[in-house]
C-alpha cells in the first residue's frame, strides 16, 4: 500500500491525520523488520517521516530505498525535497537532476529544482524548470505560482499575475497563491482586487483548517490597512483613509476583548492577516502616530497570539556586551546601511556582535556586517516565526537593535517580541513602533523638536549631532549625466513620490511663475499609479496658477543608484520634499555641493535636512516658512552666483559631518550602562 493511501481521509469517524500518520510510521516500519531490503517500505517510511517533519530521518530512509533501486526516480525527488528543507540545497539539486535524468518528463522534479536553484540565487535556471514543469503538467498550480513568484521579482508583473491566477484558476482553495495574487495586484495599485484575493487566501485557510471562517471579514478590514493608496489625490482623501484606519483598530480591539477565539482554523486566518501587516505607509500621512502605532502593536500581539517574558538579568561575570542587529536589510539600503557605521566604530574588545538577516542577497556591506561577529542568515516563516525568535533569544543578547521597524512584517513582528534585556529602534523607518517591547528610540538631537517625546511610545534619547558616523567620501566619484535640457534651470526632485502631499502641491507653479526657465524633474514612482496620480495633482495645481505643467515638469524613468547619482549631479538645484525630508538623499546632494534649501517639518522625519544644514552651520538655506522656502528656491533658480554661493559653502563645511566620534562616545556611553 503506498503512504499517500495509507494516511488518506477514511470518512466521519476516522482517525485524525496525525492519527493515521502515526500508524504508517509504525506500518512501514513492521515490515521493514520483516522485509529489510523492501525499497518501496523505505520509501514510503521516508515520505511519512517527511510529512511528521522528521527530515533527517526520511533523508536517511531515501537513501536507503536508492541504495536498493538506485534507479528510483521518486525518491531522488524526495531525497531532494528534504534536503532542500534542511537548507541544503546543492545537495537538494544533484537529487532532483538525477531524477529528472531517470525521468525527463517528471513535472514535481523540475518544480522543486526550480525552488532549489531559487535558493541558490540561480533565478534564470530556477525559472527554466518552472516553465519546464507547467510544460510538461499544465494543471500543476504550484508550478505556476512558484512561477509567478519569479516573474514577479524579475519585474515582470502582469505576467506573474497571469501565473497567480492560473494556479488559482486550477485549485481556488490554494492560499499562498491566492496571497500571492493579492500582493501583486495590490503593486499594481488594483487594491480592491488585491483585497477580494487576501479575502480567498483567509476563506481558503480557514476551510484547510476546518475553521467556520468567522474573523475573515475583520481580518480583511485588518489587511485594507496595508491596502491604502501609497499616494493620495487630495487632503481629503488621506484625512479619509487615516480615519477609516483608525476605525478598523478600534473595530479589531473591541472584538478581541469580546471574544477569545478558539479554532484553530480562526488563528490560522488571524495569523496569516497579522502577518502581512507592515504600517509603512501610514508614516507618510505626516502627523503624529503614537497613538495609532500604539493601538496597531496592542491589535497585532493579541492577532498573532505573542506572550512575552520580563528579560533575565545579564549573567554576572561576562564582560563583553552582547549587541545584535536584526534587517531585512543588512545591504547597502537606506533602511539599515548607515547602521554599519554605529556598530564598526564601538570599541571591539567589549562587544560581541550578532547579525540577523532574512534574505539571501548578498553585496559588500552584507559582508561587512557578517564580518562583525556572528552573522546568522534566517529563513523567516510567517507562520511559523516563533522559530527565528527563539534562536535569537538562544543567543542572550543584552541589546537587539531593529533599525527599521515598520519597513517589513519581519520587523513589525520582532518589534512585538521580547528578545533581548533592552531593545532600541532608529531611523531607518523614522517614526514609533507603538510596541511595549521596545525600549528606546535613538534619536539625533538637531533632528528632533522640542517637545519630541511626545512622538513616540518608546523612550526618546537624543544622541549628539546627526547620530550618524559617515565616512568621507571622494568628490565626484562619477561623471553627471548629459544636461536633460540646456535651456532650461533644472529642479531635481527626487525623492520617493509618496512623500509629496498634495498640500504642498502650489510650491511648484509659485516657483514657475519667478523662474519661466524651471523644469521640475522627478522620477518615476513604483507601483507605477503613483506617477499618474502625483501628475495629474500637479497639472491641477499649475491650472490654478494658469499654468501647463507639461511645460514645467518631467517624469524620468527609475534608474540604478549609480545613474540616479549621476542624475542628480546634473541639476541646477535640489528640491527637498516637505513634511519628510530627505537624508541619504540630501546628503548625497552635500558631497557633490550641489544647491538645496529645506524647511523642517515638525516629526523628526520632516528634519533631516535641516539638521544636515544646521551641523554644517549652513543655516541660511534652512528657511522658516512655506513662503521663505519658495523664496529660497526661487532665488537659487534665479541667480546664479546665489547658486555658486550656496554649493561653495557646501563644499567648504561639508566636512563636519563625517567622522563624528562624539556621537559614538554617546551611543557606546549608552550601552555600556544598560538602562533598563
Not at 477609516?244 to 496569516?272: F, N, S, Y
Not at 521596545?438 to 526618546?460: K, N, T
Not at 541660511?620 to 532665488?635: G, P, Q, R
Request: aromatic share 8%; hydrophobic share 40%; charged share 25%.
Amino acid at each position: 500500500m503506498s503512504f499517500s493511501s495509507l494516511i488518506a481521509p477514511q470518512g466521519q469517524g476516522a482517525p485524525c491525520p496525525e492519527e493515521r500518520l502515526k500508524e504508517a510510521i509504525g506500518c512501514y516500519s513492521e515490515a521493514l523488520k520483516l522485509k529489510p531490503a523492501y525499497a518501496e517500505a523505505h520509501y514510503n517510511l521516508g515520505c511519512a517521516l517527511s510529512e511528521g517533519e522528521e527530515l533527517e530521518s526520511a533523508s536517511a530512509c531515501y537513501r536507503r530505498a536508492l541504495h536498493l533501486r538506485p534507479h528510483y526516480p521518486e525518491a531522488h525527488n524526495n531525497l531532494g525535497a528534504a534536503l532542500r528543507q534542511l537548507g541544503r540545497p546543492g545537495e537538494a539539486i544533484a537529487s532532483l537532476r538525477q531524477a529528472i535524468a531517470l525521468r525527463p518528463g517528471y513535472a514535481e522534479a523540475h518544480n522543486m529544482l526550480g525552488l532549489a536553484l531559487r535558493d541558490l540565487g540561480f533565478l534564470d535556471e530556477a525559472l527554466a524548470s518552472y516553465r519546464q514543469a507547467v510544460h510538461l503538467n499544465p494543471a500543476f498550480a504550484e508550478a505556476h505560482n512558484n512561477l509567478g513568484i519569479l516573474l514577479r521579482a524579475d519585474g515582470q508583473i502582469e505576467a506573474a499575475a497571469d501565473s497567480y491566477r492560473r494556479a488559482l484558476d486550477l485549485k481556488p482553495e490554494f492560499a499562498e497563491a491566492a496571497a500571492n495574487l493579492g500582493n501583486t495586484l495590490k503593486e499594481m495599485g488594483q487594491m480592491d482586487a488585491a483585497l477580494s484575493c487576501y479575502r480567498q487566501e483567509l476563506q481558503a485557510a480557514a476551510l484547510n483548517l476546518h475553521g467556520i471562517g468567522a474573523w475573515v471579514e475583520e481580518c480583511v478590514n485588518l489587511l485594507s490597512i496595508e491596502c491604502q493608496p501609497a499616494i493620495f489625490r487630495s487632503e481629503e482623501e488621506l484625512s479619509r483613509m487615516r480615519n477609516r484606519i483608525e476605525q478598523v483598530l478600534a473595530g479589531l480591539a473591541q472584538r478581541l476583548e469580546d471574544t477569545d477565539p478558539q479554532k484553530m482554523g480562526e488563528r490560522a486566518v488571524m495569523r496569516r492577516a497579522a502577518t502581512k501587516i507592515t504600517g509603512f505607509y501610514i508614516a507618510y500621512h505626516q502627523q503624529n502616530d503614537r497613538p495609532l502605532m500604539e493601538r496597531l502593536s496592542t491589535v497585532l500581539t493579541q492577532l498573532l497570539g505573542i506572550l512575552n517574558t520580563p528579560p533575565a538579568h545579564r549573567p554576572g561575570g561576562r564582560h563583553r556586551i552582547r549587541l545584535g542587529i536584526a534587517s531585512h536589510f543588512l545591504r547597502n539600503h537606506n533602511a539599515a546601511n548607515w547602521a554599519y557605521g554605529w556598530l564598526s566604530h564601538l570599541p571591539k574588545a567589549d562587544y560581541e556582535f550578532f547579525t540577523y538577516c532574512f534574505q539571501s542577497e548578498s553585496d559588500d556591506l552584507s559582508r561587512r556586517f557578517a564580518a562583525l561577529g556572528t552573522h546568522r542568515t534566517l529563513r523567516f516563516d510567517p507562520m511559523a516565526f516563533e522559530t527565528v525568535v527563539n534562536v535569537m533569544r538562544a543567543d542572550d543578547l543584552d541589546f537587539l537593535m531593529l533599525p527599521d521597524v515598520g519597513m517589513t512584517s519581519v520587523s513589525r513582528i520582532l518589534s512585538l517580541h521580547r528578545i533581548a534585556r533592552t531593545q532600541f529602534t532608529a531611523w531607518g523607518h523614522p517614526v514609533t513602533t507603538g510596541s511595549t517591547q521596545m525600549d528606546f528610540f535613538l534619536s539625533s538631537d538637531l533632528m528632533e523638536p522640542e517637545g519630541a517625546q511626545a512622538h513616540y511610545s518608546e523612550r526618546l534619547l537624543r544622541l549628539p549631532n546627526l547620530a550618524l558616523y559617515l565616512d568621507p567620501c571622494q568628490q565626484g566619484l562619477a561623471e553627471p549625466a548629459p544636461r536633460l535640457r540646456e535651456d532650461r534651470i533644472l529642479y531635481g526632485c527626487l525623492q520617493s513620490l509618496f512623500k509629496y502631499l498634495p498640500r504642498y502641491d502650489d510650491l511648484f507653479p509659485r516657483i514657475a511663475l519667478e523662474v519661466p526657465k524651471a523644469l521640475f524633474v522627478f522620477l518615476e514612482g513604483k507601483p507605477s499609479y503613483m506617477t499618474a496620480v502625483l501628475r495629474e495633482r500637479l497639472q491641477g495645481a499649475f491650472r490654478r496658477f494658469g499654468l501647463d505643467a507639461d511645460r514645467f515638469v518631467l517624469f524620468l524613468p527609475r534608474r540604478s543608484s549609480e545613474d540616479f547619482n549621476r542624475l542628480m549631479r546634473s541639476m541646477d538645484v535640489v528640491v527637498d520634499s516637505l513634511g519628510w525630508s530627505g537624508g541619504n538623499t540630501s546628503l548625497a546632494a552635500v558631497r557633490d555641493a550641489l544647491p538645496l534649501a529645506t524647511m523642517p517639518g515638525d516629526f523628526m522625519r520632516g528634519r533631516h535636512t535641516s539638521a544636515i544644514l544646521q551641523r554644517m552651520q549652513a543655516d541660511e538655506f534652512v528657511a522658516a516658512s512655506i513662503d521663505e522656502y519658495i523664496n529660497k528656491l526661487i532665488a537659487l533658480g534665479n541667480d546664479t552666483d546665489y547658486r555658486r554661493y550656496c554649493s561653495t559653502t557646501l563644499r567648504d563645511r561639508g566636512q563636519a559631518l563625517y567622522e563624528d566620534n562624539i556621537f559614538i562616545t554617546a551611543l557606546d556611553d549608552f550601552l555600556r550602562h544598560d538602562p533598563c
